[in-house]
Structures are given as C-alpha cells and as structure tokens.
Nanobody
Framework: VQLVESGGGLVQAGGSLRLSCAAS????????IGWFRQAPGKEREGVSC????????NYADSVKGRFTISRDNAKNTVYLQMNSLKPEDTAVYYC????????????????WGQGTQVTVSS
C-alpha cells in the first residue's frame, strides 16, 4: 500500500494550497482517509477526514470554514483544499487510510504517507 502526498509548499498568510493524497495497491473506496498534521515539537493532530464513499466529512475546529476535503475514487485520490492559511497551519501534513468511518485518532489508521511540508509565512 502506498499513499503519496503532494501539493505542499511555502505560501503567505491568507493564501491557499491544495494537497493531494494518491493511493495505490489498495481497495481505495473501502477506506476512509484522514489528513493529519504535525508541527515541530507537537503531537500529530487530526485535521480532517472523509468516509470511504465521501458522504461523511469532519474537520478540526481550527480549520472549519477554511479547509475542504474531497475524494475522487475513480482516481484513488483525496484532496485537501486549504484557504485563508495562517502561520499556525505550518506543519508536515500526512494522509492516512483506515477502515473506521471517519476518525481523528491516529491509532485508527492503518496506512500512512510520508508527508508534505506546508509553511505559511506571516
């Protein structure tokens, strides 16, 4: 199973980025996908998740109204559209696949990508 994140980079506060999580060697539409982030010195935290069908989505309070998660099962890809970015959004962003409906808990995910760096300058 491979999960590959892309789309990270350096952006000014108020800007936007779209992260992608491409999956291979997995029955993609059987898995919920979560986005997590980890800033230096902090624990990994759940950002957003989407159920296998895409019918259920959840967001951390800190990103509600700014981030949007979506998935294209035909392309085995999940997206995280991030708008109105803030310096506190700076972190390595990871996607993960799991069989739980939609969870913010790290231990409920079975497969993880390597992460993509997002840096938001003030």
């Amino acid at each position: 199973v491979q999960l590959v994140e892309s789309g990270g980079g350096l952006v000014q506060a108020g800007g936007s980025l779209r992260l992608s999580c491409a999956a291979s060697e997995i029955t993609f539409d059987a898995y919920a996908i979560g986005w997590f982030r980890q800033a230096p010195g902090k624990e990994r935290e759940g950002v957003s998740c989407i159920s296998s069908s895409g019918g259920v989505t959840n967001y951390a309070d800190s990103v509600k109204g700014r981030f949007t998660i979506s998935r294209d099962n035909a392309k085995n890809t999940v997206y995280l559209q991030m708008n109105s970015l803030k310096p506190e959004d700076t972190a390595v962003y990871y996607c993960a696949a799991g069989v739980i409906l939609c969870s913010a808990l790290v231990h409920t995910y079975d497969y993880w990508g390597q992460g993509t760096q997002v840096t938001v300058s003030s």
